[in-house]
C-alpha cells in the first residue's frame, strides 16, 4: 500500500512558476510509474504529465508543453512538477498518482493510488 501527499498549490498570478511536489511511502516508489492529473471544477480529470520508474520516459498533455516539466527523485521517494509560465485555465486541483502497469498510462483509471490533491489557482 501506498500514501502519497501532495503539496506545494497555491495562488499565483499569471506568468508565475509553481513547484509541485509528492512524498511517497509505504511502499517501494522505484517500482511506479508516477503521473500527475488535474480536475477544474465542472470538468474531468485531466492527465497532465507522466513518468517512467526510472525517470527516463516521461509524457504530456499538450496544453502544458514546454512550461510544465515532472521530474522524480527516487532517493527521496517524491515526484515534482515545475509549472511555470501559468495561465488561468491552468486553475484546478493536482493530484498525484502512482501505476503499477508496464509503462506510464495516460488513463486516470490505470492508477493505484493517488493523492489528496493540491490546489492551484492562477489570477488574470
Known amino acids: 500500500q501506498v500514501q502519497l501527499v501532495d503539496s506545494g498549490g497555491g495562488l499565483v498570478q499569471a506568468g508565475g512558476s509553481l513547484r509541485l511536489s509528492c512524498a511517497a511511502s509505504?511502499?517501494?516508489?522505484?517500482?511506479?510509474?508516477m503521473g500527475w492529473f488535474r480536475q477544474a471544477p465542472g470538468k474531468e480529470r485531466e492527465f497532465v504529465q507522466g513518468?517512467?520508474?526510472?525517470?527516463?520516459?516521461?509524457y504530456y498533455a499538450d496544453s502544458v508543453k514546454g512550461r510544465f516539466t515532472i521530474s522524480r527523485d527516487n532517493g527521496k521517494n517524491t515526484v515534482y512538477l515545475q509549472m511555470n509560465s501559468l495561465k488561468p485555465e491552468d486553475t484546478a486541483v493536482y493530484y498525484c498518482?502512482?501505476?503499477?502497469?508496464?509503462?506510464?498510462?495516460?488513463?486516470?483509471?490505470?492508477?493505484?493510488?493517488w493523492g489528496q490533491g493540491t490546489q492551484v489557482t492562477v489570477s488574470s
Open positions: 498518482a502512482a501505476n503499477s502497469g508496464v509503462k506510464v498510462s495516460t488513463r486516470w483509471d490505470e492508477y493505484d493510488y
Open positions: 513518468i517512467s520508474r526510472s525517470g527516463g520516459v516521461s
Open positions: 509505504g511502499g517501494t516508489f522505484s517500482t511506479y510509474n
